[in-house]
């Protein structure tokens, strides 16, 4: 039994490219990538993407997000010093939040994970879910 996480259409680009390099800290006790690391990873890879618009997960399209749900598809391992690439796409946009599928690739093309994340907006003052904004909605809503 495994989950299975497709990737989104080859005609559907990722909205976000960028590099990271595998590290020390990444590593677990069998010299690979730790599982624990890769969620921090999709983290960091949702928030480049987040800075590389304007926006952090406190002020997204006048709004803050919050993640409510992750799922990891593991395709491979990692190695310290391999240099991986993070592709991000937002997918299933709402009025309450989307989905972000971060693809992390090394450079030989071997594919090491697929997350995918639910963030939802969220009112940290009121402490309860909240509704996009218009912005939000022109942008990414039919």
Sequence with gaps: MRVKLPLPPSDMPPLHQSN?????ADMNYGNHL????????????????????GYDELNFY???LIMTD??????GQ???????????WLL??????FFVLIHK???????????KTAMLFFDYEKMKRAKASLAFKEKFLP
């Design 70 to 75: 992750a799922m990891v598809q593991y395709k």
């Design 105 to 115: 690739l090394d450079q030989p093309k071997e594919e090491i994970a697929r997350i």
């Design 62 to 64: 006048d709004s803050a």
């Design 78 to 88: 990692g190695f310290m010093g391999d240099a991986i690439t993070f592709k991000v």
């Design 20 to 24: 990271y390099t595998l590290g020390v």
């Design 34 to 53: 730790g599982n624990d690391r890769v969620l921090t990873l999709a983290h960091e890879a949702r928030l480049r993407y987040l800075r590389e618009l």
């Design 92 to 97: 299933e946009p709402t009025a309450i939040g």
